[in-house]
């Protein structure tokens, strides 16, 4: 892939839009071409992952902005032995696209296109899929797979449920009701599944697979909370009260930590299997606070907090911890065992593997609409380790 067609990518709004998978054409478009130009797959996914990450820290960024973190990229990649080595030329060659095209702006948040129908037939080994479980104030349950888009889930409490077109939860308030406060519902997501949901105060949410998000349906006036398992990304909306314009905070909590925010972008990783609940910063400020001891930090954009027996703050890369908002697994240095836990979430399968090989690493990037065999032949071609799927259990020998 030359210099010429790098240019004419970061330009080109289909190409946007697959990376941003905000129209089904262009998404569908690029995936054909990816089959038939195989060899050009992981060229697409680093400049994907490139010009993402640059939209992590900015809306829009100046090219001299741009070309400072393209050579980090460089820098970080140069020395990584990856699934399929990649070496400095390409990187050098986005950096050279980005200067000639300028800024570049995009959007995390991954709209979805419409569905056709909303039957899901999932195959053994088959990427996971949008669908999620509603549990509402009176615990019922609505499979929002069976709600077409476009369409009123439920009113409850003077809240109007609508499943958008775009696939969304989304809550609009049609009457005064001050019972909505103290009512709350709760959306999950099973292996295997994600969903993305608008709040009542316009803040987005986007579930991982294996999570849980409750939520009144309507905040209160001086304090938004929220409450999660699993793995959630937000885009929490700005609110003020008052004629002092006094900021309205907005808390999410987890089993161990309460994370209090101000308008911000940030990625919470709270999966009980994991060794640490990460927070991952993108954009504006937290505040993360554990429950089990009598410890707090504040983040800047770029940084995670790490809470286990400890809490402490961690500058990371934060491609690798919020690439699955954009559709890929990033593995940098990433340790068998941990590998394993996102691919059994994601493709619903049960892992086995011998403890000895769990903290083998690897470094790598797949897109996640892939099947998993596509992940078993990429782990398979570092001659480290051997996969056989079984039904659902994916086996791992050396």
Not at 7 to 16: H, M, W
Not at 335 to 349: H, T
Request: proline share 3%; aromatic share 8%.
């Amino acid at each position: 892939m030359d210099e010429l067609n790098l240019q004419a990518l970061l330009q080109d709004e289909s190409f946007v839009n697959y990376c941003r998978r905000t129209e089904k054409e262009d998404i569908e478009k690029w995936e054909k071409w990816l089959q038939k130009y195989p060899e050009h797959q992981q060229s697409i996914a680093e400049l994907k992952e490139t010009i993402l990450a640059m939209g992590y820290y900015a809306g829009e960024v100046s090219v001299q902005a741009n070309y400072f973190r393209l050579q980090q990229q460089i820098k970080k990649h140069s020395n990584q032995n990856r699934f399929k080595e990649i070496g400095k030329t390409f990187w050098f060659k986005i950096a050279a696209a980005v200067l000639a095209v300028g800024a570049v702006s995009l959007f995390l948040f991954r709209q979805q296109a419409p569905k056709e129908t909303t039957e899901i037939v999932q195959h053994i080994g088959s990427p996971g899929q949008d669908a999620a479980l509603l549990t509402l104030k009176d615990g019922s349950v609505i499979s929002l797979t069976d709600i077409r888009n476009g369409s009123v889930v439920a009113l409850q409490g003077g809240v109007e449920i609508q499943k958008n077109k775009n696939g969304e939860l989304v809550y609009k308030a049609v009457e005064q009701d001050g019972a909505a406060t103290a009512a709350v519902n709760k959306i999950t997501t099973n292996r295997g599944n994600q969903y993305q949901v608008v709040l009542p105060d316009g803040s987005k949410a986007f579930l991982n697979a294996n999570s849980t998000l409750t939520y009144p349906l309507k905040f209160a006036n001086d304090a938004r909370s929220v409450r999660m398992t699993g793995e959630i990304y937000f885009e929490v909306a700005k609110m003020e009260r008052g004629t002092d314009k006094k900021r309205i905070p907005f808390y999410v909590e987890t089993a161990e930590q309460k994370i209090e925010v101000l308008g911000t972008h940030f990625n919470v990783n709270a999966y009980q299997d994991e060794p640490y609940t990460t927070t991952t910063l993108l954009e504006g400020s937290v505040r993360v606070t554990s429950l089990k001891i009598n410890e707090s930090v504040l983040l800047k954009p770029g940084q995670r907090a790490l809470l286990s027996e400890r809490l402490r703050i961690d500058d990371t890369d934060i491609s690798q911890d919020v690439a699955w908002i954009a559709g890929d697994f990033v593995f940098k240095g990433e340790e068998l065992g941990s590998l394993l836990r996102k691919i059994s979430r994601w493709y619903n399968v049960d892992v086995e593997c011998p403890q000895r090989l769990n903290k083998l690493k690897f470094d790598g990037m797949v897109s996640r609409s892939q099947p998993l065999s596509t992940i078993m032949d990429m782990l398979q071609t570092t001659g480290k380790v051997k996969l056989t799927l079984n039904g659902r259990r994916l086996i791992v020998i050396d």
